[in-house]
């Protein structure tokens, strides 16, 4: 092996071996603690490595004793009550015998699960946490012994930093999907928008496919600019991971790429002021060691300022010819190039001090022989602690060529496969025994043909170890760069992530046969309501003819000649016990017949996918109005009808939401007054909100929540229903990406709203 080749390698495993005998002699002195961080997403997702390496940082300058723990909830790919249970259940048994001193939150999803389930599976436990979207105080009613760090993206800072750096560009297209995060992204920048004093056009690229947006993107001029947000899921439903798609947008595009979160900083993205998860777990873990050294939680004020910094990339400011001096202030600039101080001072200083001692050696060197003898055993000494650090490490590392020869290896990957380092070291990396499994080889082949071109590849292998045991691994090969920023070696890295492996097959089993039980209920539930309709309809028959032979025996006894008491004694049984009884039958056998109905078309909603679409909300709530025309003369009452926005979804379903809302407001209306229906609909930011509005008999305050339940009825002794009809249009409003609450008061009156997208 070159060492001169490999300054930057030496000087990180020196400073790892004197960081480890450093901590070795305090280890004893201080009490371990212990800090679990909760992470919404996966590993391997740049912004939850990013608040990983955060967190580190601040770590790294403390407590070595800290004993850290990490869950990743993997939630970009799964979600639902059944997934969180499930994860429940883990946490509960994994750390209910554990003492936690810290738990750190990272992103909503990880923050709803530990307000849902913080008494039960984490109680008395400090909480930090971070990556939490345009945060607000209302958020943690109700909950103490908590504090943390607010996300908030800036696109009015990167809208302005463009109109600095570029004041000549006349229209911005802004890169963002469809998701949650993107719509509220999409309105932030509709909001600067709208106070902008520039004339400068904005185009928003979001409801189309990634490769409709790349052929956009390949024809913009030198006047145009791009916002890249995000881009994880397009129209067509295709998924990406964000790099991939940035990826895809970046090599299509002529002018430069700004943004608004760092995913993409050494990728292609120029820049602007960005959203940081290195930066949000460096605050966490800040705050972390507050609570540590003593403080409360409750006594560390939540950072409500989002700590985003302004960030650009050198190498995409050369390539577009953008000038320095144009960023603003206080601006980070990555990959700027650098003196060999600034590059390495360690190994420079390191260098100056090799070349005095060598010239005092070669002074000694000239009276006796015997000091070179020395300076060479001191050498092969320190090549010694190199190599013995090199092997200790349980990374598999080794060192390509630019064709993929070895040419260094560790003793780590050579004992996984039961090799020699001769047998390895002169071998193409593809061809040796780590890859020689399934198509593993071909795929590494071409990960190290894209590594030699400059690029990251992480590919993931299955291998059978040579004692018959089967692992999955990550590998990872990078590029080298020397100091004229060309490649001039490549480095591997191969990590064990069989445990990880092991637990999404499990995981990814366990939600299919959640499916296919969902699949079998719904069957059960179709084959029991619609076989059970006839029986109900053959008794409603025999109901019917009991109901024409009480009504003949009725009439015979009326002409028949007998003892007058006893005719009296059998019509009064006739007309009021059995007349009663055939009444209760018939009335039952209608609401069993309406229930049935209701739980077949309650099933089929899941197999329904909606056709989504703009809508005319208003033509479609006004045709509903004249249906009920005649039933609002004949009760008196007033229906006031706003003009209503449009919004997005399946007209027939969003038709029966407004049907069964307006029908519930003419059932609950307090007789005792005139009653009033009010209906109206504003736009908020990328949604719309619509409100039917009556002056009924109103809902107590512990009945609000479950009114939305199946089978739940308000009244069930002076109303009909069946208890089915909110719980449906609860279901539609879900399949159509809205949602429906309340605002109630006991004898005044109900609020019913809808939320759509626009």
Same mark, same amino acid.
């Given at each position: ?85 499930? *994860? ?14 810290? *738990? ?95 004339? &400068? ?66 990728? #292609? *993205? ?44 050198? @190498? ?27 590059? $390495? ?63 260094? &290896? ?21 061809? +040796? ?74 995981? $990814? ?31 409603? #028959? ?71 679409? @703009? ?5 479609? &709530? ?26 997005? #979804? ?14 519930? %407001? ?7 007054? &005139? ?5 109206? #609909? ?25 009114? =939305? ?9 002076? +109303? ?6 909110? %719980? ?18 006991? @004898?005044?009156?109900?609020?019913? =709203? ?5």
């Amino acid at each position: 092996m070159d060492f001169r080749k490999t300054p930057n390698v030496i000087s990180f495993l020196i400073c790892i071996f004197l960081l480890n005998t450093f901590s070795a002699n305090y280890a004893e002195e201080i009490e371990s603690k212990n800090i679990l961080i909760l992470h919404s997403y996966h590993q391997g997702y740049k912004w939850t490595d990013d608040i990983v390496s955060g967190i580190r940082s601040v770590f790294a300058k403390t407590d070595p004793e800290f004993i850290v723990h990490s869950e990743f909830m993997d939630t970009k790919k799964n979600l639902g009550e059944d997934y969180y249970k499930l *994860l429940y259940d883990l946490y509960q048994k994994k750390y209910a015998n554990q003492k936690i001193d810290v *738990l750190i939150v990272a992103d909503n999803n990880a923050l709803d699960f530990l307000l849902d389930n913080r008494e039960t599976c984490f109680p008395k436990i400090p909480v930090v946490f971070c990556g939490i979207n345009d945060f607000k105080n209302q958020d943690l009613k109700g909950n103490t012994n908590i504090t943390g760090v607010n996300e908030q993206s800036d696109p009015a800072g990167t809208i302005n930093a463009i109109l600095k750096i570029q004041p000549a560009v006349k229209k911005i297209h802004v890169i963002t999907d469809n998701s949650k995060t993107g719509r509220r992204t999409k309105a932030q920048i509709l909001d600067v928008v709208r106070n902008l004093k520039a004339k &400068v056009k904005f185009k928003y690229l979001d409801r189309l496919s990634l490769f409709e947006i790349r052929d956009s993107l390949k024809s913009l001029s030198e006047d145009d600019v791009v916002i890249y947000t995000h881009f994880n899921r397009d129209i067509k439903e295709n998924v990406f991971e964000n790099y991939q798609s940035f990826s895809i947008l970046r090599n299509a595009s002529k002018v430069p790429i700004y943004g608004i979160w760092d995913f993409n900083m050494n990728q #292609g *993205l120029i820049g602007g002021l960005l959203t940081s998860g290195f930066y949000q777990g460096q605050k966490a873990a800040e705050i972390t060691m507050g609570i540590l050294n003593g403080k409360k939680a409750d006594d560390i004020p939540i950072v409500l300022k989002s700590p985003n910094v302004m960030m650009f990339d050198y @190498n995409e400011l050369e390539r577009f010819n953008i000038d320095e001096s144009t960023l603003p202030e206080n601006s980070i600039l990555i990959n700027e190039p650098k003196t060999i101080y600034d590059e $390495n001072p360690a190994f420079l200083i390191t260098v100056i001090i090799a070349f005095l001692i060598l010239s005092i050696v070669i002074v000694i060197l000239t009276l006796n022989i015997t000091k070179r003898k020395i300076a060479e055993a001191a050498k092969k000494e320190s090549e010694t602690k190199f190599k013995a650090i090199f092997d200790q490490t349980f990374v598999f590392v080794g060192l390509l060529d630019l064709k993929g020869v070895i040419y260094e &290896v560790n003793k780590t990957a050579l004992e996984f496969i039961d090799k020699k380092y001769k047998e390895i070291v002169g071998n193409n990396f593809w061809e +040796t025994d780590w890859f020689t499994y399934g198509n593993s080889d071909e795929k590494v082949h071409n990960a190290v043909i894209s590594a030699a071109s400059g690029n990251y590849e992480r590919i993931e292998i299955e291998k059978k170890s040579y004692v018959g045991d089967t692992h999955y691994f990550e590998v990872l090969i990078k590029p080298v760069f020397d100091e004229n920023k060309e490649i001039n070696m490549l480095l591997a890295e191969g990590r064990d992530i069989t445990i990880r492996k092991k637990a999404e097959q499990e995981r $990814n089993k366990l939600t299919n046969e959640i499916i296919q039980k969902n699949k079998e209920l719904e069957q059960i539930v179709y084959i029991t309501s619609h076989d059970l309709r006839t029986p109900l309809v053959n008794i409603q #028959g025999f109901g019917r003819e009991l109901i024409d032979s009480y009504n003949e025996i009725n009439d015979i006894i009326s002409e028949i000649e007998c003892n007058q008491e006893n005719k009296r004694k059998f019509l009064e049984i006739l007309n009021t016990d059995v007349r009663e009884s055939l009444s209760f039958i018939e009335k039952n056998i209608k609401r069993m017949d309406k229930l049935f109905s209701g739980i077949l078309l309650y099933s089929r909603l899941d197999k329904e996918k909606p056709n989504l679409k @703009n809508m005319d909300v208003s033509n479609i &709530v006004k045709k509903i109005i004249r249906d009920y025309d005649k039933v609002f003369t004949e009760k008196n009452i007033g229906v006031y009808l706003a003009e209503l926005p449009d919004a997005y #979804g399946d007209e027939s379903q969003i038709q029966h939401v407004f049907k069964y809302l307006i029908d519930n %407001a003419i059932k609950y209306l307090d007789k005792s007054r &005139v009653g009033n229906i009010k209906i109206t #609909g504003e736009t908020r930011h990328s949604d719309v909100v619509y409100c039917i509005e009556d002056n009924g008999i109103g809902i107590d305050e512990n009945q609000i929540d479950k009114i =939305f339940n199946m089978f739940y009825r308000l009244n069930p002794d002076l +109303t009909q229903g069946e208890g089915i009809g909110l %719980a449906m249009v609860s279901k539609i409003l879900a399949k159509n990406n809205g949602e429906i609450w309340v605002e109630s008061e006991k @004898n005044k009156g109900s609020r019913f =709203f809808v939320k759509l997208s626009l």
